[in-house]
């Protein structure tokens, strides 16, 4: 079965700190996705990766960077974390092209203090 | 561009209750849609999907048609259960190829 594993499913951590969220995936799919969920704001898109080292911004990229060193990791970074950053945090993966879904991880409730 | 509307929430209904959650969508060409299902605290699960139109697509009771002639993905299920209680997202995929788009959402709560 599909899988994409995200590192954490519960994070705290301290305004200011550098904050690292990772997700992998076994299914070989060249694109992968970052999301925030906010209530009432449904999934907003941060970044994706349509390939390794290639990354396009999303609708909210401000106060985010991404990594993608190999085709099944993709990394969320917070590089000085704020407490508006405290959210839901989705990772998804599709095939490069066609008409299959997006599969999404569990996502990871970070929280800022 | 590309977007996704579907019903506003929440919805309450009564176990055994027939479920309508309406999903409209603009897209140029032939998107492929999808009904995805959040459980509290959980990621999004894939619960159905149609990929042309009038592909029918179902999953545990669930059903969904592709109406390209109305733009429409509406997701029906004839006998809620209170496990059913979620939040639900009406989503496309363009015919270009990587882009997708999801709608707000749809809270489904189902009382015994």
């Not at chain 2, 929430?9 to 299902?37: K, M, R």
Request: proline share 3%; aromatic share 12%.
């Amino acid at each position: 079965d599909v899988k994409v594993t995200q590192s954490s499913r519960y994070l705290v951590k301290r305004t200011g700190e550098k904050v690292f969220l990772e997700c992998v995936q076994d299914m070989d799919h060249e694109n992968m996705f970052w999301y925030r969920q906010d209530p009432g704001l449904g999934l907003r898109l941060i970044y994706f990766s349509y390939d390794v080292k290639m990354k396009e911004k999303g609708d909210i990229p401000e106060g985010y960077s991404v990594s993608r060193e190999k085709k099944e990791r993709f990394s969320l970074i917070l590089e000085s974390a704020s407490t508006n950053q405290t959210s839901m945090y989705l990772c998804a993966s599709s095939s490069l092209g066609g008409r299959q879904p997006q599969h999404f991880g569990d996502g990871t409730r970070l929280s800022i203090l | 561009g590309d977007s996704v509307t579907q019903m506003e929430g929440p919805v309450t209904l009564s176990e055994e209750a027939c479920l309508t959650i309406n999903c409209t969508y603009t897209a140029t060409g032939y998107p492929s849609l999808f009904w995805y299902v959040q459980y509290p605290g959980e990621g999004l699960q894939l619960l159905l999907k149609a990929t042309k139109a009038d592909d029918k697509g179902s999953n545990k009771g669930f059903e969904a048609t592709y109406r390209k002639e109305t733009t429409s993905f509406h997701l029906e299920k004839g006998s809620v259960q209170v496990s059913d209680s979620a939040v639900y997202f009406c989503a496309l995929r363009s015919n270009t190829g990587n882009q997708f788009y999801f709608g707000t959402g749809t809270s489904l709560t189902v009382i015994p």
